[in-house]
């Protein structure tokens, strides 16, 4: 199958499997909505709030794939996510800082907004870190996201154990941390939708540079790509993705590493295929999950972490005896 | 210049050991202080207050914060997880906990030859016997029943027996993020039933427990009890969630959000109170309610 054929075929697919995940979402939960009465009025307070749900999860979905995708061809890392340049507990850092301090009861924006700033921060010291005069090699990038990771999850714990003491927003960081796609207003999901619509369209720009870049940064300096700009480039790029998908639904693990392996198994390594399918399947992914996390039990809702580790620990699993013989070269 | 930089934070890590250090030593006493006790939860700090036992209180956790005097007592523990080596120091002569978090504490406090008194409190009844135990161990079974009748009957007076077609669906918001809510076997379930109200979330398993979103606005409450407040659960931001404004508390403006949260969520001496407030919402309900 060609490249263009590949792409009709699975942009047909996944968009048809995105609608139906969206529909499905609208209709499941405790509270049953019959389908013929999808529009009618006594239903449509419930179907706002699912709506908004279901539409988060296709935007996070989608960019935290886009991010990994982007960050296991740059890195070119088959272990790669979102979260392996500091992103995630930077952010962690940020959204618990109020928390537990009570600054987030000032208003809706606050966690968001912290968790924000927190992951471009703990970007600009990872990359600090990484630089060495005006490269930034991917091991000492990788390197140093794996030690800010350590330092700012260990900042938290400490955060966190002084809250024991003072008895208050634990369960808060806790819930942030294993990610949920609760909604209450419509800013979240029109911000963090700019935001990943944006991304998408720009890595949309790049698939070729991606491709190129994946056989080696050598190579691709042979082929003429001006490889430590568009390096910088992606990077940004990947990381206000995370930074918008975390700030507005917590730490979802797992889609972002997933998403992208999956779809690369079936389509093969071409970016240009990859990137729109993996943005579909990314949302299609989350919006099914959070299906999960809010019916499985008979009452409440289960962090849509939980769900996405469920599924992701035994395909990385996978993935990670797949690529045995390639990582211990 | 490397070299500084490693020796200023070997410096700094043997400070910072050595400032917690001092900071945080106390003497070591060789026999349990006559009379005294050490409350591991708040709502037994309320309580020995209530007693008028707090000339003998000498340790309380981090959390209590009520009667505002107990806020300058020395803490020696975080809610149900004592300090083992500051109970070693000070040995009271009673620890007093809702119940142990820490299952080798007990062990530890039985060493130290201190009495240990665990009194369960998960409903408004486990309240009235756990004053009453607290009071006989600590030597004033009087004064604990006089207190404990005096609240028996204030919540006589307030417990409402009222047909369940009468009785307003509620949902007490307990924090935003998780929304979360109490469940059956909750002590604020029970406040609600006595009041005279339904809680939405009375088939929950769990006391405490995450509510979906989704759930609240398919089961419709009649009224809104959002006891966190302080943490930014104001009428303002519950008005405006998204698909919220369907809800017959928010079209009705029943949303409440003055309510101490401590009455109805801390199980102690306060109990009282927190089900007459409860009532007093439910019946402004009931009278709204016929024509």
Known sequence: ?329 | MKRWCLWTAVVCFVGLAMASTVRRQVAVRDRPLKGAIVSLAPSVTEILFALGLQDRLVGVTTICDYPPAAKRLPKVADFGVPDIELLYALKPELVIATELRDPEAKGVIARLGVRLLEAKQGSIEEVLAAIETIGAAAGVADAARVHVDRIRERIARATVDVPAAQRPRVYIELSSHPLSTAGQGSFIDDLIHRAGGRNIAHDAANPWTIISPDDVVASNPEIIIAAHAATGGTRYVIENRIGWSGISAVKAGRIITDLNPDLIARPGPRVADGLEALARIFAAYREEQTP
């Open chain 1, 1 to 329: 199958m060609t490249a263009r054929k590949k792409l009709v075929v699975g942009i047909a697919v996944l968009s048809a499997a995105l609608v139906v995940a969206f529909f499905w979402a609208l209709i499941a939960g405790h509270a049953r909505v019959p389908i013929g009465q999808l529009f009618a009025e006594k239903y449509a307070p419930l179907i706002k709030v699912r709506a908004a749900r279901a539409l988060l999860g296709i935007i996070v979905g989608a960019g935290l794939s886009i991010a990994g995708l982007i960050l296991q061809a740059v890195l070119r890392n088959p272990l790669a996510d979102p979260y392996v340049l500091g992103v995630s507990s930077g952010a962690g850092l940020g959204a618990a800082l109020v928390m537990l301090s009570g600054v987030a009861a000032v208003g809706s924006w606050v966690v968001p907004g912290a968790a924000f700033v927190g992951a471009v921060l703990a970007i600009l010291l990872v990359y600090a870190l990484a630089r060495v005069g005006r490269a930034v090699p991917v091991y000492t990038l990788l390197l140093s996201g794996v030690i800010v990771n350590a330092v700012a999850s260990s900042l938290l714990i400490f955060l966190a154990h002084t809250a024991i003491a003072r008895g208050r927003g634990l369960r808060s960081v806790m819930w942030w941390l294993l990610g949920s796609l609760q909604v209450f207003e419509a800013w979240p999901v029109v911000v963090a939708g700019i935001a990943v619509g944006a991304g998408i369209v720009i890595t949309l720009l790049f698939t070729r540079d991606l491709n190129v870049l994946s056989i080696g940064e050598e190579p691709a300096a042979h082929l003429g790509l001006r490889v430590e700009r568009t390096k910088k480039l992606l990077f940004v790029i990947a990381s206000l993705m995370t930074g918008a998908a975390v700030a507005v639904s917590g730490l979802i693990g797992f889609v972002g590493l997933i998403v992208p392996h999956a779809v690369r198994l079936i389509v093969g390594p071409d970016n240009k295929v990859l990137v729109p399918l993996s943005a579909l399947a990314g949302g299609t992914f989350l919006v099914i999950a959070d299906i999960i996390a809010r019916t499985i039990r008979p009452f409440g809702e289960l962090p849509i972490g939980v769900i996405t580790a469920f599924v992701g620990g035994p395909f990385f699993i996978y993935l990670l005896r797949r690529h045995r013989g390639k990582l211990s070269r």
